[in-house]
C-alpha cells in the first residue's frame, strides 16, 4: 500500500549483508571502467571539416545486492490514472504509469546478499559530424 513504511526507517541499523568470498577475496575482483577512443578531423575548406570517432568501454566486476526475504509475489501492482480533462489526449482517464509496492507483512525484512556480477557491460559508439 503506498504511504506505508518499514520499521527500521530512520533508526539506526547494522549492515548484516552476507558477501560472498568471491567478492572479497582474489585477484581481479574490484570494479573496473575501461575506455579507448580515436578520432580522426579534416579540414575540407576554411570554416569547414570533417571528424570521425570510434569509441569503446567496457565496464566489469560490479556488484549486486539481492533482499532475499521478499520474492516477485510479494508485490501488489497498482496504476496511477491520468485525470479526466478534455485538454489531454483522449480526454484523459487512462493508465499513466504501474507501479510496485511491498505488502505490508514484507515490510522491513531483510536478508541481503552481496554477489558479483560477472558479465562485462560494453557499449561502443561511431560517431561523424561536419
Known amino acids: 500500500m503506498p504511504g506505508a513504511t518499514a520499521t527500521t526507517f530512520g533508526t539506526a541499523t547494522q549492515d548484516d549483508r552476507e558477501h560472498r568470498s568471491e567478492l572479497l577475496n582474489g585477484f581481479g575482483i ?28 567496457w565496464l566489469g566486476n560490479f556488484t549486486a545486492t539481492d533482499n532475499t526475504a521478499v520474492a516477485a509475489t510479494d508485490f501488489n501492482a497498482y496504476a496511477i490514472t491520468a485525470p479526466s480533462d478534455p485538454r489531454l489526449p483522449g480526454g484523459g482517464g487512462y493508465s499513466l504509469a504501474t507501479s510496485l509496492t511491498l505488502v505490508p507483512g514484507k515490510l522491513g525484512q531483510n536478508s541481503n546478499t552481496s554477489r ?15
Open 30 to 57: 574490484r570494479p573496473n571502467d575501461w575506455q579507448i577512443g580515436a578520432s580522426v578531423q579534416q579540414q575540407l575548406m576554411p570554416r569547414m571539416s570533417v571528424e570521425f570517432g570510434y569509441f569503446w568501454r
Open 116 to 130: 558479483m556480477r560477472r558479465t562485462s557491460a560494453r557499449s561502443r559508439r561511431s560517431t561523424t559530424a561536419s
